[in-house]
């Protein structure tokens, strides 16, 4: 691959710094499992919004309150409602991926996807997959 097919690449902010709070002591660095998301080189810790995971560990260990979660609801439902697509891949080769996490029987909640029940089951979630447009 040349340099000329790949592309530069930015990702939303997910986490900012208030330059008039940090105080350049690294704190959040050190907590940061990415490290390299941010730069300490200049007045203040600067975040690369392509390489951070957004984690929130640099929030946890900023005892300046420097650091805070960039909230893009109202930007993301916005774009929703006007078909902003979400990349530039066509829609077909776009893998839907789900994140399910395990459930116990103390779980009253109606899943998402699945039967109706305090469990979501793999193969009631892979039925109600099927079902879907343009997956499995």
Same mark, same amino acid.
């Given at each position: 691959? !040349?340099?000329?097919?790949?592309?530069?690449?930015?990702?939303?902010?997910?986490?900012?710094?208030?330059?008039?709070?940090?105080?350049?002591?690294?704190?959040?660095?050190?907590?940061? %499992?990415?490290?390299?998301?941010?730069? $300490?080189?200049?007045?203040?810790?600067?975040?690369?919004?392509d390489?951070?995971?957004?984690?929130?560990?640099?929030?946890?260990?900023?005892?300046?309150?420097?650091?805070?979660?960039?909230?893009?609801?109202?930007?993301?439902?916005?774009?929703?409602?006007?078909?902003?697509?979400?990349?530039?891949? %066509?829609?077909?080769?776009?893998?839907?991926?789900?994140?399910?996490?395990?459930?116990?029987? !103390?779980?009253? !909640?109606t899943p998402?996807?699945?039967?109706? $029940?305090?469990?979501?089951?793999?193969?009631?979630?892979?039925?109600?997959?099927?079902?879907?447009? $343009?997956?499995?």
């Amino acid at each position: 691959m !040349s340099s000329a097919d790949i592309t530069e690449r930015t990702q939303p902010q997910v986490i900012n710094v208030d330059k008039d709070k940090c105080v350049n002591c690294h704190a959040c660095i050190s907590a940061c %499992p990415v490290k390299y998301c941010n730069d $300490g080189s200049g007045d203040y810790v600067k975040v690369d919004s392509d390489t951070c995971i957004g984690c929130g560990n640099c929030l946890k260990a900023c005892l300046h309150q420097a650091r805070y979660y960039v909230d893009d609801f109202t930007a993301f439902m916005s774009d929703l409602d006007n078909h902003v697509p979400m990349c530039n891949d %066509p829609p077909e080769s776009i893998p839907i991926m789900l994140l399910i996490s395990p459930c116990t029987q !103390s779980v009253q !909640s109606t899943p998402v996807l699945g039967e109706a $029940g305090p469990c979501c089951t793999p193969r009631s979630t892979t039925q109600s997959l099927t079902s879907l447009p $343009g997956t499995m």
